[in-house]
């Protein structure tokens, strides 16, 4: 049974900090590329940040030089240091876990943390 489990969230005043974990069960975690999305009430989910299994990291324009996604292979476990927060960062966070290969896509989700900014 796959389990990806959030934690982490809270509230926070702007400009302040938080970190996201995610630890992962019952995947191969170090081939999977693994990500963070967000999604605000009345909004679509977007991406965050991504990290491949090589270590590859990408980002959302809007979170770009104040997060940062990293993983510990060791640990089955994806973290998502969140610096400089706004209040238009507020969101349930998801974590994802997806991997592709020839015979099809393997796509996981967590069950979300939220994470307030609000002074």
């Known amino acids: 049974q796959v389990q990806l489990v959030e934690s982490g969230g809270g509230l926070v005043q702007p400009g302040g900090s938080l970190r996201l974990s995610c630890a992962a069960s019952?995947?191969?975690?170090?081939?999977?590329?693994m990500g963070w999305y967000r999604q605000a009430p009345g909004k679509q989910r977007d991406m965050v940040a991504t990290i491949t299994s090589g270590g590859s990291t990408n980002y959302a324009d809007s979170v770009k030089g104040r997060f940062t996604i990293s993983r510990d292979n060791a640990q089955n476990t994806v973290y998502l240091q969140m610096n400089s927060l706004k209040p238009e960062d507020t969101a349930v966070y998801y974590c994802n876990a997806v991997n592709r290969n020839s015979w099809g896509t393997r796509n996981y989700w967590g069950q979300g943390t939220q994470v307030t900014v609000s002074s």
């Open positions: 019952g995947i191969i975690f170090k081939i999977y590329t």
